[in-house]
C-alpha cells in the first residue's frame, strides 16, 4: 500500500475541482506520518472494524485499511463519498475492506456491521456532538482516537475543578475516560485551519445508568453549567421550581448546595438525576 502525501492530496482535489468546505469543517491531512501515527495510538489492530468519520481524500483511510479488519467510511459531501473507493482500489489491494456510506454522521442509527474502533478527523464544528452521538448508538466502540480542535479536546479530556471542565467532559463521562493524546501541527492539513489541534483518546467502561437515568442526568448537567459560575441550588432553582427545592434535593443525593456543576463528577450528576420524578 502507498499512503497518500501533500501532492497526491492536492491532485485528488484539483480533479475533482473541490475547493475544501469551511461549513463542512474540510481541513484535509496531508501527511502520511500523522495518519500512522494516529492508527497506532488508537491501538488499531486486524480484529477491529474502524469507523472513521469524514474521511475526506482518504489519508487517514488508507492508514486504517493497513491495520484494520475493514473500514467503515462515513462521508457527507457525495463527490467525496464516490471518490474514496476509487482512491483506496488504487492504493490498495484490498479495496473491498472498504465500505463508504454516504450521510451526515449526526443522523446515523445503523451501520451494516458493528464497529469496535472509532478513529477520525472529526469536523471540529460539531466534533462535541458527532462524538457523543457515536458513543449513544453504536456500543460495540470500545476505543477511539479523535482529531479535534485543541480547546475542544481540553473541555473533552477535562477533570473536575478545572477551568476546562463542562459540559463535554461529563457528558463524556458516561459512556467513557477520555484523555488528550498528543498535539498536532497545523501544517499537517490542507488548507491549514486557523486554530491548534490535538488527539483525544477514549476507553468506553459500563454506563453509570439506563438510558431514562441517562436523559434526566444530562438535563442536570446542561442547567448545572448554563451558569457555571452560580452555585448548585441556584443553577438547580428553575429545574427544581426554587432554590430551596433544589436544595433539598441535592442534600438527599450527598451533594453540598454551595458547590458549582464544575467540582462534580458524573456519579454525582447521577445521585441528583436519581432523585427526579419520573416526568423530569
Not at 489491494?93 to 472529526?122: H, M, R
Not at 456532538?129 to 476505543?143: A, D, G, M
Not at 433544589?246 to 456519579?267: C, D, F, W, Y
Amino acid at each position: 500500500m502507498t499512503l497518500l502525501g501533500a501532492a497526491q492530496i492536492r491532485e485528488l482535489a484539483a480533479a475533482l475541482d473541490l475547493k475544501p468546505s469551511k461549513s463542512l469543517g474540510q481541513n484535509f491531512v496531508i501527511d502520511s506520518n500523522v495518519c500512522t501515527k494516529i492508527v497506532r495510538i488508537a491501538g488499531v489492530t486486524q480484529n477491529d472494524i474502524a469507523l472513521e468519520i469524514g474521511p475526506g481524500l482518504g489519508s487517514l483511510t488508507l492508514a486504517l485499511l493497513q491495520n484494520a479488519a475493514s473500514v467503515v467510511a462515513v462521508e457527507i459531501d457525495h463527490r467525496l463519498a464516490t471518490q474514496l473507493p476509487i482512491t483506496v482500489s488504487e492504493h490498495f489491494e484490498s479495496p473491498q475492506n472498504l465500505t463508504v456510506i454516504n450521510k451526515d454522521a449526526l443522523a446515523l442509527s445503523e451501520l451494516p456491521v458493528q464497529p469496535t474502533v472509532l478513529v477520525a478527523n472529526l469536523p471540529y464544528n460539531v466534533s462535541v456532538p458527532v462524538l457523543l452521538h457515536l458513543l449513544e448508538k453504536f456500543p460495540t466502540i470500545n476505543s477511539g482516537v479523535v482529531m479535534v480542535q485543541a480547546e475542544v479536546a481540553d473541555r473533552l479530556a477535562g477533570k473536575p475543578g478545572t477551568k476546562e471542565y463542562g459540559i463535554p467532559s461529563v457528558k463524556a463521562a458516561w459512556w467513557a475516560d477520555v484523555k488528550g493524546a498528543g498535539s498536532v501541527s497545523r501544517s499537517v492539513f490542507w488548507p491549514a485551519p486557523n486554530v491548534d489541534s490535538k488527539l483525544v483518546s477514549f476507553t468506553r467502561r459500563a454506563t453509570p445508568g439506563d438510558e431514562t437515568l441517562r436523559k434526566k442526568t444530562f438535563a442536570i448537567i446542561d442547567a448545572a453549567f448554563a451558569q457555571r459560575r452560580k452555585m448548585l441550588r441556584s443553577a438547580l432553582s428553575s429545574t427544581y421550581g426554587s432554590s430551596a427545592a433544589a436544595e433539598l434535593v441535592l442534600q438527599s443525593a450527598g451533594i453540598n448546595p454551595t458547590l458549582r456543576g464544575e467540582a462534580l463528577e458524573i456519579t454525582d450528576f447521577c445521585a441528583i438525576a436519581s432523585l427526579a420524578p419520573d416526568n423530569f
